[in-house]
């Protein structure tokens, strides 16, 4: 099993950044690819990157190439979204979620295939 708890969502300005934090518990952490995916009200989810802590291989969609980054902390068990360049677009609420990797082919694409998920942070860019 695995726990993911978001954090460092916030409110910022158009062209501003935001770094959300993913804490992860309870399971191995090679096993798992981490998903960042996100929900703006009224909408589906819409995943944005992932990272694969198998292998380290990164993944974004082609809304947030060029300004989002993934990155992980074995040490800390911490996977990171850093968001630049945010636009009005990027307002959701963000969610990091779990798959064996096994399966990281649905990290982006497949959001009923992911395993486990947190329970989110809101991210509000002002225009």
């Known amino acids: 099993q695995v726990q993911l708890v978001e954090s460092g969502g916030g409110l910022v300005p158009a062209g501003g950044s935001l770094r959300l934090s993913c804490a992860t518990s309870g399971a191995a952490w090679e096993a798992y690819a981490i998903g960042w995916w996100r929900q703006a009200p009224g909408k589906e989810r819409e995943g944005v990157s992932c990272?694969?802590?198998?292998?380290?291989?990164?993944y974004y969609s082609e809304a947030v190439k060029g300004r989002f980054t993934v990155s992980s902390d074995k040490a800390k068990r911490m996977v990171y979204l850093q968001m630049d360049s945010l636009k009005s677009e990027d307002t959701a609420v963000y969610y990091c979620a779990a798959v064996p990797v096994q399966r990281t082919w649905v990290c982006l694409s497949h959001a009923h295939g992911m395993d486990y998920w947190g329970k989110g942070t809101s991210v509000t860019v002002s225009a």
């Open positions: 990272v694969d802590n198998g292998d380290g291989s990164t």
